[in-house]
Nanobody
Framework: QVQLVESGGGLAQPGGSLRVSCVAS????????MSWYRQAPGKDRELVAF????????YYKPSVRGRFTMAINMANLTMSLQMNDLKSEDTAVYYC??????????WGKGTLVTVSS
């Protein structure tokens, strides 16, 4: 069973930084397509970043490119999303997702990021 546990959300000022993390198993990180999503109040859930597990490249939503960095650390089995130069529009619940080769998606419960002065 795939388990994903996010942490690290909180309050940041505009222009500040936060890091959110997702803990999963070694098997999950090696065999599932990993990504970060977010859902702002009153809006649909949207893709923020995902790793192409075949090429090793990472795609970023254009509005976060250059500010956010997704990484997977296999030593401590943690996927992170480092968020810099935060803006009010980055306020959302952030979720990590694992997609199996059969297309089944597994989600964490999310962690809230609030950007406000």
């Amino acid at each position: 069973q795939v388990q994903l546990v996010e942490s690290g959300g909180g309050l940041a000022q505009p222009g500040g930084s936060l890091r959110v993390s997702c803990v999963a198993s070694d098997y999950t990180f090696r065999h599932y397509a990993m990504s970060w999503y977010r859902q702002a109040p009153g809006k649909d859930r949207e893709l923020v970043a995902f790793r192409n597990e075949f090429e090793g490249s990472i795609y970023y939503k254009p509005s976060v490119r250059g500010r956010f960095t997704m990484a997977i650390n296999m030593a401590n089995l943690t996927m992170s999303l480092q968020m810099n130069d935060l803006k009010s529009e980055d306020t959302a619940v952030y979720y990590c997702k694992a997609r199996a080769s059969n297309g089944m998606d597994y989600w964490g419960k999310g962690t809230l990021v609030t950007v406000s002065s």
